[in-house]
Structure formats: C-alpha cells, structure tokens
C-alpha cells in the first residue's frame, strides 16, 4: 500500500464547476499538508498548505484536513480553464529529521484536471 | 522570484553513458533536492543536500550520484545510464525551516530519455 494514494484521473469538468481533489494517507504522524500545482511542462509549485486538521481558504481555494479519517482535500469554485493542470498532494512529518533542517515530502501521483470553457 | 534553473529541457541518451543534470538555485537556499517523476509513481526523491559538499541519500538512489561543490548548484549524475532511467527529473530548493516546514521551489524539470 502507498504512504499517499491519489486518484489519477483525468477529471473533466465545465467551466464554473466546483472541484474537489482528494488524498488519502496512512501515515497518522504526519502534521504538514500540501497542494501543488503542476502545469503542462513545468515543475510544480506550491498552491496551499495546511497545519495538523482544519480549513484553510484562499481565494477560490479551500484546503481540508481530516486527521481522523487520514483524508485531505482541496476544493476549488467556480473552476476556470486556467485551473486545468496536475494537482499534487504532499506531506511530511512534524520532527526534523537528522538535525539537518530537512522535512522529507510524500507526494501522491497527481490528479489531472481539465476544465472546458 | 525564487529562480530554479535546470540545464536542459529535454535530453537524449544512450545506454551506458554518463549523464550529468544541472540545478542552480539563485536563493541563497541551504537545501536542495533531485526527484523523478513517473506516471503512476508521483514524485520520488533521489538525493537531496542541506548544505555545501552534504549529501543524503533519498528513496532510490541506486544509479544516481549527486554533487554539491557551491551552494547554489546541484548536480545529478547517471555514472551509465539505462533504460529505466528515462524519466522526468526535477530539481527543489529550500531553506531550512525556522518552523516546522519550509516550501520546496521546484526547477521546470529535464525530461531524460535513455536509448
């Protein structure tokens, strides 16, 4: 079994739609959640992040923890075509590992969402 | 803007040559990282570095050897490539957290293709 599963997709959805994107993880030590964003060709960049269980909303992006249930979340309104890109969860550990300062990410696969005008 | 560059976009190469990627970061940023990235695997991370000539090993850093000699470039080398290295490599670059977490810059990647 996957630390991170995610669904590939592609999910196709109409201009204007709700999204919701989901993980799910096994691992119930992990603390920091993440959304990145992945256009065709470009390396991924951060979209949101989210500390332990709760909300977080950021303009037309809404990010969900579940530690209970070990499920994250990102919600997206009113979907435009420019929001069409690979959506990848991530999470790491609260400890820092080794005294380095490094916090190792777990990603999941990435679900492709295309959004049609 | 935080700036990652990596050397080549695409890359052709065949079985058992040595291959070099380059990574330079231009934010003075301690940490630096290699991944590939399959279909169906996500994002995997091969080695990463948290300072000047420090290297950690990652998840599969079997055929993979890195190099960090300042602290803005990091370099990925295949010793003698395969096919099973044909993948898309992505640089990261980080600070260290002052908390517990700190956002990975992530390069445009270099799609390497082994023949």
């Known amino acids: 079994q996957k630390e991170v599963e995610q669904d590939p997709g592609p999910l196709s959805v109409p201009e204007g739609a709700i999204v919701s994107l989901n993980c799910t993880y096994s691992?119930?030590?992990?603390?920091?959640f993440m959304w990145y964003r992945q256009y065709s060709r470009k390396g991924p960049e951060l979209l949101m992040y989210?500390?332990?269980?709760g909300n977080k909303e950021d303009g037309r992006f809404t990010a969900q923890v579940d530690k209970s249930s070990k499920y994250i979340s990102l919600f997206i309104r009113d979907s435009q075509p420019s929001d069409s890109a690979t959506y990848l969860c991530?999470?790491?550990?609260?400890?820092?590992?080794?005294?380095?300062?490094?916090?190792?990410?777990?990603f999941g696969t990435g679900t492709r969402l295309l959004v049609s005008p | 803007d935080v700036k990652v560059t990596q050397s080549s976009r695409y890359l052709v190469k065949r079985t058992g040559e040595k291959v070099f990627l380059e990574c330079v970061q231009d934010?003075?940023?301690?940490?630096m990282f290699w991944y590939r990235q399959d279909p169906g695997l996500g994002l995997r991370l091969i080695y990463f570095?948290?300072?000047?000539?420090?290297?950690e090993k990652g998840d599969i850093p079997e055929g993979y050897s890195v190099s960090r000699e300042k602290k803005e470039r990091f370099s990925l080398i295949l010793e003698s490539a395969s096919t099973n290295q044909t993948s898309m490599y992505l640089c990261?670059?980080?600070?260290?957290?002052?908390?517990?977490?700190?956002?990975?810059?992530f390069g445009p990647g270099t799609r390497l293709t082994v023949l």
């Open positions: 990261a670059s980080s600070f260290p957290p002052t908390t517990n977490y700190n956002e990975q810059f």
């Open positions: 691992n119930s030590a992990f603390q920091y």
């Open positions: 989210t500390y332990s269980s």
């Open positions: 991530a999470m790491s550990l609260s400890d820092l590992e080794g005294g380095t300062g490094f916090q190792k990410l777990v």
């Open positions: 934010m003075d940023h301690e940490n």
């Open positions: 570095s948290y300072d000047v000539k420090m290297k």
